[in-house]
């Protein structure tokens, strides 16, 4: 369960930054997704990320259940 987690996470990051260059916002023309997570990531360890990663894919599985 817990790789499960973690292979959805990693999913679902990889997805983020794939798809940042084809989505076109309004209100932001200028900053991309992929833009504003290494925004967010600046700054933190690697454990912090991964515990923020984890966090993320655990609220999702229980969207998903």
Aim: hydrophobic share 35%; with cysteine.
């Amino acid at each position: 369960m817990k790789l499960l987690n973690y292979a959805v996470a990693c999913f679902f990051c990889c997805y983020l930054f794939s798809c940042s260059g084809q989505v076109e916002t309004k209100s932001k023309s200028n900053d991309s997704l992929a833009n504003e997570m290494v925004n967010a990531f600046k700054g933190k360890s690697l454990e912090e990320i991964n515990e923020l990663l984890k966090s993320n894919s655990e609220q999702i599985e229980g969207l998903l259940n």
